[in-house]
């Protein structure tokens, strides 16, 4: 469980409330116009110990909202640890993510996702946790720490989802041991018995093949040449958390991940997303504003994503949205071709050299 603690007061930070209170007492039994009755002496006083108050309360604020700041940034370094960036290209994919988080003070969301390169093929991760902010922080390191030892170990998806459950149901009885130590970790009326983490899991084949685990997600959608279709409508198993997972998950077959097509994975806050209307934001909408812009990089569906959803919610989201883009650009420097002097083509080239922006949290 992650926690960020307040500093203790320090020696320096007690040194002006000090000096405002000997202020007040000096006036108040040193100076002779406080022992006056008059009117005058009155105003006198009050304006005083007016101004005393007023400073004590300022200084009070400024140390606050320091400690706010300190926390905020904790928060985010936090953050950035747990849901590390991902490389541009794995395994000949591209690659992209970014998260948009409803905590705006501490940039702190409950999204996961995370993608790497085994000998199974290319695993990825894309999970969303009940609420935001700290303690959601916690859960999504556990499950992550738990899918990157796990997608290298086990052989099989329903293995690996096997390891999630477990190390969620392990992290919710520590928190619940933290947070609520004289109840135990078996009331079904701790809050911690309520959570849940919705999870989908998939795996790209150096052939393409798709295959993908889902316990209540969104699934996907297929960016096919200027098409948007999900990945599939098959119905997903429950959340983790609440329900037991069934003894031997059956793994779904997608079809094939084809050169040049996409995979957009989100978490529902996309399509949960409402203006001041409360009308629902359409992913496929923006989706099919992206497949009109030839070719399709990753960066570019991220950016048009964002930029839809953010005029959408004004600015606004009221949940954490995360967005993974994995592109198959395998085969691409096969096909590309050739020059008379044995040198790819100047747009060959300039596609092949095209950076990729590191992930970032939108904020």
């Known amino acids: 469980m992650i926690r960020i603690k307040a500093r203790a007061?320090?020696?320096?930070?007690?040194?002006?409330?000090?000096?405002?209170?000997?202020?007040?007492?000096?006036?108040?039994?040193?100076?002779?116009?406080?022992?006056?009755?008059?009117?005058?002496?009155?105003?006198?006083?009050?304006?005083?110990?007016?101004?005393?108050?007023?400073?004590?309360?300022?200084?009070?604020?400024?140390?606050?909202?320091?400690?706010?700041?300190?926390?905020?940034?904790?928060?985010?370094?936090?953050?950035?640890?747990?849901?590390?960036?991902?490389?541009?290209?794995?395994?000949?994919?591209?690659?992209?993510?970014?998260?948009?988080?409803?905590?705006?003070?501490?940039s702190v969301g409950g999204d996961l996702y995370e993608a790497v390169a085994t000998e199974h093929g290319?695993?990825?991760?894309?999970?969303?946790?009940?609420?935001?902010?700290?303690?959601?922080?916690?859960?999504?390191?556990?499950?992550?720490?738990?899918?990157?030892?796990?997608?290298?170990?086990?052989?099989?998806?329903d293995?690996?989802?096997?390891?999630?459950?477990?190390?969620?149901?392990r992290h919710l009885r520590e928190r619940a041991r933290a947070e609520h130590p004289a109840q135990g970790t078996g009331d079904p009326d701790n809050p911690v018995a309520e959570e849940f983490v919705t999870v989908?899991?998939?795996e790209i084949g150096r052939d393409g093949e798709l295959r993908a685990l889902n316990c209540g997600h969104p699934w996907p959608y297929l960016l096919r040449s200027t098409r948007v279709e999900p990945l599939t409508?098959?119905?997903?198993?429950?959340?983790?958390?609440?329900?037991?997972?069934?003894p031997e998950p059956a793994v779904r077959s997608c079809g094939r991940l084809l050169a040049g097509e996409s995979l957009v994975l989100f978490t529902d806050g996309a399509e949960d997303a409402r203006d001041g209307r409360g009308r629902f934001f359409s992913l496929p909408d923006a989706l099919r504003a992206v497949v009109r812009e030839q070719p399709v990089s990753?960066?570019?569906?991220?950016?048009?994503?964002?930029?839809?959803?953010?005029?959408?919610?004004?600015g606004r989201p009221t949940d954490d949205v995360a967005v993974l883009v994995l592109r198959n650009d395998r085969g691409a420097r096969r096909n590309c071709p050739k020059a008379p002097d044995g040198d790819t083509s100047h747009s060959a080239a300039r596609a092949a050299t095209t950076t990729h922006p590191q992930p970032t949290t939108h904020r």
């Not at 320090?10 to 009117?39: E, I």
């Open 159 to 169: 293995r690996v989802l096997a390891r999630l459950d477990r190390a969620l149901a």
């Open 9 to 106: 007061p320090t020696g320096r930070a007690a040194v002006l409330p000090t000096v405002w209170g000997a202020v007040a007492v000096g006036y108040k039994f040193g100076c002779p116009l406080a022992q006056q009755d008059g009117l005058g002496a009155r105003i006198v006083t009050s304006a005083v110990f007016f101004a005393v108050g007023t400073g004590l309360i300022f200084h009070v604020r400024r140390a606050l909202l320091q400690e706010l700041r300190l926390a905020r940034r904790a928060a985010r370094a936090a953050q950035s640890v747990v849901l590390r960036p991902l490389p541009p290209r794995l395994d000949g994919l591209g690659v992209a993510a970014a998260q948009l988080s409803a905590d705006r003070g501490a």
């Open 298 to 314: 990753p960066q570019t569906v991220l950016r048009i994503v964002f930029g839809a959803l953010l005029r959408h919610t004004a």
């Open 122 to 157: 290319v695993r990825v991760v894309m999970g969303d946790v009940r609420g935001h902010g700290l303690a959601a922080l916690g859960t999504v390191a556990a499950l992550l720490g738990s899918f990157r030892e796990a997608a290298h170990d086990e052989p099989g998806l």
């Open 233 to 246: 409508r098959a119905d997903p198993l429950p959340p983790l958390g609440p329900f037991p997972l069934p």
């Open 200 to 202: 989908l899991l998939l």
